[in-house]
């Protein structure tokens, strides 16, 4: 198996960060439930606001597969169309 892991931000709009605040609870919630989900954080930034920091551990990549396919069609999906993402994903082979 190979872990799959995306780091990096978002950054959300002023106009719409009481919104995506809120939908971000269920969408932390619902994530770390998924099947193979590690870890999942998203933190915001104390002195920037509307920049989050974004953290995922999947135990292989189905597992992140199968997250990614969610989130296209999950609310968090729609409440975030307008934010910017900043992501690196690696994917950490076993021996």
């Not at 619902?30 to 953290?55: A, H, K, N």
Request: aromatic share 8%.
């Amino acid at each position: 198996m190979s872990k799959v892991t995306l780091s990096g931000h978002i950054e959300v709009p002023a106009v719409e960060l009481a919104k995506i605040t809120v939908a971000l609870e269920k969408h932390m919630a619902l994530t770390r439930e998924e099947p193979g989900c590690i870890v999942f954080e998203v933190v915001q930034d104390s002195e920037e606001p509307t920049m989050f920091t974004v953290y995922e551990e999947f135990v292989d990549q189905a597992a992140f597969d199968s997250h990614q396919n969610r989130v296209l069609a999950s609310s968090w999906s729609e409440a975030t169309k307008n934010v910017v993402r900043h992501y690196k994903v690696t994917v950490e082979e076993s021996i």
